[in-house]
């Protein structure tokens, strides 16, 4: 995941069923793989604006699996 590019990051987004709010934040925001997998709850909500606290943790766990 940490060579992904953000249209590979954001079509991994649409085959884990986030929604295109989700996916436009991280086209705007240039989220590659590796910035991806830096991510946490406070950078998704304050930087990328995903106010949602269930997509937040939703996303956070999915992008834990990918760490592993």
């Not at 953000?6 to 590796?34: K, N, P, Q």
């Amino acid at each position: 995941p940490s060579s992904w590019t953000t249209d590979y990051v954001v079509a991994w987004l649409s085959r884990r069923g986030f929604d295109s709010a989700i996916e436009a934040a991280f086209l705007v925001h240039d989220i590659s793989g590796d910035v991806l997998l830096s991510l946490d709850l406070r950078v998704m909500k304050e930087e990328l604006g995903i106010a949602a606290y269930g997509k937040r943790v939703r996303l956070g766990k999915a992008i834990a699996e990918l760490r592993r």
